[in-house]
């Protein structure tokens, strides 16, 4: 079992920055793919990033490569989506989920077990 609660969202102009938190608890976290993902209104949910919890493997999706950092505090149990760069189309609810599939099998939502709340962010023009 796993528990995710995301924090730091919130209104931020275009071309800034913004960090999104997520706290994780659970016996297995430790061992856990982190993930980000994001949805628009009108939109499906969409695949932002991806870590492994060793931190050794990361992957992104196109639109946010360059301009996104997924990271983790192992000791905090906690997973980081730093966002910069931002654009309006960035704007969406930001929610963070954990899987036991790999890296590269965890790039769908599908793949993964357990979500958070979700977190609003709105970026302004």
């Known amino acids: 079992q796993v528990q995710l609660v995301e924090s730091g969202g919130g209104l931020v102009q275009a071309g800034g920055s913004m960090r999104l938190s997520c706290a994780a608890s659970?016996?297995?976290?430790?061992?856990?793919?982190m993930g980000w993902f994001r949805q628009a209104p009108g939109k499906e949910r969409e695949f932002v990033a991806t870590i492994s919890w060793s931190g050794s493997t990361t992957y992104y999706a196109d639109s946010v490569k360059g301009r996104f950092t997924i990271s983790r505090d192992n000791a905090k149990n906690t997973v980081y989506l730093q966002m910069n760069s931002l654009k309006p189309e960035d704007t969406a609810v930001y929610s963070c989920?954990?899987?036991?599939?790999?890296?590269?099998?965890?790039?769908?939502?599908?793949?993964?077990?357990?979500w958070g709340q979700g977190t609003q962010v709105t970026v302004s023009s």
């Open positions: 989920a954990a899987t036991q599939k790999p890296t590269y099998r965890s790039r769908s939502a599908y793949s993964y077990d357990y």
């Open positions: 659970g016996h297995t976290f430790s061992s856990y793919t």
